[in-house]
């Protein structure tokens, strides 16, 4: 499978900090990885038009599970194809915390967005108090059996493991303790949607920063990032997209 480096702009960004997509076309114009920048969904048509014919795709951060309809500030996956993207994420942490998002509304936006030909990033992961009282497995299991579409296939669906303890934080978790959920999530999915599961890309999205990728890159199991902030600037988004190579 090509390794992803997924960068996903959260709230931040307008049409001047495009000017970073060109500056990371410019730096890696055939990268050895697949590059993705998931930017805020006022953007996400101009920067897909900016991208056009280059190693760069687009996605989404989010989109509703209907086609259509009398959802007011709601986006449709057609929505976001129409707009450009190929890809949306699904199920953030911050999604899950501040909207109280469940697994089964993870489900069916993610049945929603390969239905419209998208490809989901559906995130997994566990707190500071779920990690600390010993119910990481458990926790991320529940999440990927109630997240996960049974029709999903290697080609239309990407994992992300993201620590909520170590994202904008600064501390990230060793790489036995990586190691030791990716194998997991693995072995799950194989259980979930059966042989597909040896092709589907896991990501690891928690504090990955330039100064940390290569390292956390050559864990088994680890097939590229969820970036946060360090998708912002092409430098450093630029470095971690080198780092998979």
């Known amino acids: 499978m090509k390794k992803l480096a997924a960068g996903n702009w959260k709230m931040n960004g307008n049409t001047a900090a495009l000017a970073e997509v060109q500056a990371l076309l410019a730096a890696h114009p055939a990268p050895a990885c697949d590059m993705l920048l ?33 959802h007011t500030g709601d986006i449709s996956a057609a929505m ?13 942490s911050e999604r899950r915390a501040d909207h109280g998002e469940t697994d089964a509304l993870v489900r069916a936006k993610a049945e929603a967005a390969i239905a419209a030909g998208l490809i989901a990033i559906v995130c997994l992961g566990e707190t500071e108090g779920q990690r600390d009282a010993g119910d990481t497995l458990a926790v991320i299991g529940a999440q990927l059996d109630g997240s996960v579409p049974e029709t999903a296939t ?10 909520v303890w170590a994202i ?12 030791e959920v990716h194998a ?18 896991l990501l690891y999205g928690g504090s990955v920063k330039p100064s940390n990728a ?9 097939d590229g990032a ?11 988004f630029g470095a971690i997209v080198a780092a998979l190579a």
């Open 154 to 163: 290697a080609v239309t669906l990407v994992i992300a493991y993201e620590p």
């Open 38 to 70: 998931c930017p805020p969904a006022t953007l996400v048509a101009q920067m897909a038009a900016q991208a056009a014919g280059s190693a760069l795709a687009v996605g989404g951060q989010d989109c509703h599970p209907k086609t259509s309809g009398a």
């Open 214 to 222: 290569t390292e956390i890159f050559a864990v088994p199991d680890v």
């Open 226 to 236: 969820l970036v946060g902030g360090a998708s912002l600037k092409a430098a450093d």
């Open 184 to 201: 997991f999530l693995r072995v799950r999915l194989l259980a979930r949607i059966g042989a597909e599961a040896r092709g589907v890309r």
């Open 80 to 92: 976001l194809a129409d707009a450009g993207a190929s890809y949306v994420i699904l199920g953030h």
């Open 168 to 179: 904008g934080t600064g501390r990230t978790p060793t790489l036995a303790q990586i190691a």
